[in-house]
């Protein structure tokens, strides 16, 4: 196992690359880049080798996905009033990445305590990175439907594209391939390290207590990253803010427009906006995690 100093200094240098690059592409703001350096080193550095690469791998996809059909994604954006522009800010980064650092933390400071609760809340950060891939990737391709999404609290109506808490054939199958992907990658990075390929800090007994072995933690992720989409959209479509524009004309997440009009609260609680969904979505998608080898373990 590397020593944590040098996994910490490792995953600064990986982030701060990487951050860099995605604010030169437009992805991240300069506080989103600060963000992203800050979960990126804490991840990599508590969380393993293995566990900063799904976190690349997080950052790389939904980068992609966010720049296919470019076109028809702006817009939709531009429909719907977007609290925020495309580049991720720092409440952003936090939102998808916070809870995985904090799984991450709790993870190191119980290998040597209890292997059990390590796996465990390792599992949580695996299924807190897939919720946050499953719901780029849903939000990101969604809008790509043919027909209108549908909201998930009512499939019998139809909404606009992008509005929270809508649901469609094609964002809930992108939402099952984003936490695939990250359910293979973990997959694949474990059984080099366990085959002794590579150096990937990723203790095979570990996988061992799951029962099932490396696959357990495919399904889990693929599973918790899925539902955890789903909660988010319903937690868009219940609690969280979303307005009718000053002159009526569509729906926001928007309190006020730029000439400061202030638009009219239609449904969900003024104080919780998307980063709070996302947030409290990824959080749901670690508990997820962490409930579906808590049962392997105790079987």
Do not use: C
């Not at 991840?43 to 076109?71: D, E, N, P, Q, R």
């Not at 599992?123 to 209108?148: C, F, Y």
């Not at 800090?201 to 990253?225: K, N, P, R």
Request: charged content about 10%; overall charge positive.
């Amino acid at each position: 196992m590397q020593p944590l100093a040098l996994r910490l200094v490792l995953g600064l240098a990986l982030s701060l690359l990487i951050g860099i690059l995605a604010y030169r592409r437009k992805s991240l703001s300069a506080s989103g880049t600060g963000g992203a350096i800050i979960i990126g080193t804490i991840i990599f550095g508590f969380g393993g080798t293995v566990a900063g690469l799904l976190l690349v791998a997080f950052f790389i996809t939904s980068s992609a996905v966010s720049h296919y059909k470019k076109t028809s994604l702006q817009k939709v954006s531009a429909a719907r009033s977007f609290d925020k522009n495309s580049r991720r800010d720092l409440g952003q980064v936090l939102a998808n990445g916070g809870f995985a650092a904090v799984f991450a933390v709790g993870h190191f400071l119980t290998i040597g305590i209890s292997p059990t609760s390590s796996v465990i809340l390792y599992a949580g950060l695996v299924g807190a990175i897939a919720t946050a891939n499953a719901d780029t990737w849903a939000t990101e391709l969604g809008v790509l439907n043919h027909s209108g999404p549908r909201l998930i609290t009512n499939l019998s109506r139809q909404v606009a594209p992008g509005v929270s808490g809508g649901v469609s054939l094609v964002g809930t199958l992108a939402a099952i391939a984003g936490s695939l992907v990250i359910g293979l990658l973990f997959g694949l990075l474990s059984l080099l390290d366990a085959l002794g390929l590579t150096s990937l800090y990723i203790h095979t007994d570990w996988i061992g207590l799951a029962g099932a072995g490396i696959q357990t933690f495919i399904v889990v992720a693929t599973m918790s990253g899925t539902i955890g989409a789903l909660i988010d959209s319903w937690l868009g479509a219940t609690i969280q803010a979303s307005y009718l524009s000053a002159d009526k004309s569509n729906l926001t997440e928007r309190a006020f427009e730029a000439d400061g009009s202030r638009n009219v609260l239609v449904r969900g609680w003024s104080m919780v906006h998307n980063d709070t969904v996302n947030a409290l979505a990824t959080f749901a998608g670690g508990i997820m995690g962490m409930a579906s080898v808590a049962v392997s373990l105790l079987t």
